[in-house]
């Protein structure tokens, strides 16, 4: 019978290690000491990270620092992890103590048993690749982490900028379609002015258009990594070739435009560059909670008909709720949830370093995929959105608000007066009646959907 586990030796002793595993004593010790919140390490920073190593192997190989054997070994497991395979060999939970030294020395143990295994050795023996003596040389966590939770947070953003995209198109497609259709205006959920159907799917689109910049602009504030800093942003123990050639490296594995602070002190002390692209990130679910309330409050006064999905009670029949805003909106909450917690651990780090990191990166990832994945959603829910123009018109109609599009024509106190009288008329189609009061002719251009989308009136033509 094999043995279920082999022996790995520290400087803390001995520890049980499960066989055939890739991971090594020190991501076992880490997952026997954090097992809180039942979330593994986001797959996107592994793979970053991934990137981070190559980086380092190569630029340590050019400089003859590490032998090309070990170099090429080490290259070729991150390019295995990179690819989506040993996935399953990064079990620690997303918080852990250390500032993510648990994450990194799992992503060493695992490059390193891969690497010796691939050279012709067992997994941990490390007689010809170590952990720490190759794949982590010239390194530390304070550098390396921060560096990879940047790279796979622009990663994310491009792909959350294409999902903002499709969501953008979908939403002006909408505006276009539905311009023609009158309707009354809200505020503070009472009746307003008039307007269009396209203009406030027209609001919708400009404000995910904001948030579309915003997020292409914010890319700018990840590029500057601290790679090449080691323990607190000193470079200690690193040559300095090595810091100069490493960036360049990075930049080429990675095909992003990163640069090397020039201060890595203060990019290895301080983390409020994540704070301010999760604000960014905030801002933008704000924007969603925000479109997708009123989706559900116009589906309710029957303005518009959400696509039907799914069976919405379990006791009344024919029931049909607005999952997929409902789902969105909750999406946003949670995001401005992570947003706080990323908040409040960007300001937690003590004089040189952040060791909240691990919060931080969980948070920023969390936020990232849950964005991408209900922009891409709602893009596919909104095509689906039909108006219910008939609806619109009756609401428009009865509505005692339109009278105020008559000010340039007959003046505030006319204006007024003809209220009154429709009021007394006990009739419930004002446009009809002022129809008969002012003209049908004025009536309909005054209410004419180009005029309502106008801005403002040409001129002032005053009805006598």
């Not at 409040?344 to 004089?351: F, K, P």
Request: with cysteine.
């Amino acid at each position: 019978m094999q043995n279920e586990y082999r022996i790995e030796k520290d400087a803390f002793g001995e520890l049980k290690v499960p066989a055939g595993v890739y991971w090594g004593i020190q991501t076992q010790r880490a997952l026997e000491s954090f097992f809180l919140s039942g979330r593994v390490v986001h797959s996107s920073l592994i793979g970053a990270y991934c990137l981070v190593k190559k980086a380092c192997a190569q630029t340590n190989m050019e400089l003859k620092l590490l032998e090309e054997k070990k170099a090429q070994a080490v290259i070729a497991a991150c390019d295995e992890v990179i690819g989506g395979k040993l996935r399953g060999q990064f079990p620690l939970d997303a918080l852990q103590g250390g500032a993510g030294t648990s994450t990194n020395m799992n992503v060493n143990e695992v490059l390193a048993n891969r690497a010796e295994e691939l050279l012709g050795g067992r997994p941990g023996e490390y007689r010809i690749v170590d952990p720490i003596e190759d794949v982590n040389l010239n390194q530390s966590t304070n550098d390396t982490y921060p560096t990879a939770l940047k790279v796979a947070a622009i990663f994310k953003l491009r792909e959350l900028s294409a999902g903002i995209s499709g969501l953008q198109g979908a939403l002006q497609k909408k505006e276009k379609e539905f311009s023609g259709v009158v309707k009354i205006g809200r505020t503070e959920l009472q009746e307003a002015v008039p307007m269009t159907l396209g203009q406030e799917f027209g609001a919708f689109s400009e404000a995910i258009a904001r948030d579309r910049w915003r997020i292409f602009k914010c890319e700018e504030r990840l590029r500057v990594v601290n790679i090449g800093g080691t323990a607190i942003g000193t470079g200690l123990t690193a040559p300095r070739d090595y810091i100069f050639l490493v960036i360049e490296t990075l930049r080429r594995v990675t095909g992003l435009g990163l640069s090397r602070g020039e201060n890595l002190v203060d990019q290895t002390a301080n983390s409020d560059c994540f704070a301010e692209v999760s604000g960014i990130l905030k801002a933008h679910a704000c924007n969603l909670i925000k479109i997708c309330g009123d989706l559900r409050l116009l589906n309710l006064l029957g303005e518009i008909v959400l696509p039907q999905l799914q069976t919405g009670s379990s006791i009344m029949p024919g029931k049909c709720n607005p999952v997929v805003p409902e789902a969105a909106g909750q999406a946003g909450i949670r995001v401005i949830a992570a947003d706080a917690a990323l908040t409040r651990a960007c300001s937690s780090g003590s004089l040189q370093i952040n060791e909240f990191m691990p919060l931080i990166a969980d948070s920023m990832l969390e936020s990232l995929e849950l964005l991408i994945n209900t922009d891409r959603m709602l893009a596919g829910h909104v095509p689906g959105i039909s108006a219910d123009a008939g609806q619109c018109r009756r609401y428009f109609d009865r509505s005692p608000a339109i009278v105020t599009a008559l000010l340039p024509y007959v003046g505030y106190g006319r204006a007024g007066e003809l209220l009154n009288e429709f009021r007394r008329s006990g009739e419930e189609d004002i446009h009809a009646f002022l129809s008969v009061k002012l003209g049908r002719e004025l009536v309909n251009r005054i209410f004419d959907p180009c005029n309502l989308v106008s801005l403002g009136y040409r001129q002032r033509e005053k009805y006598t």
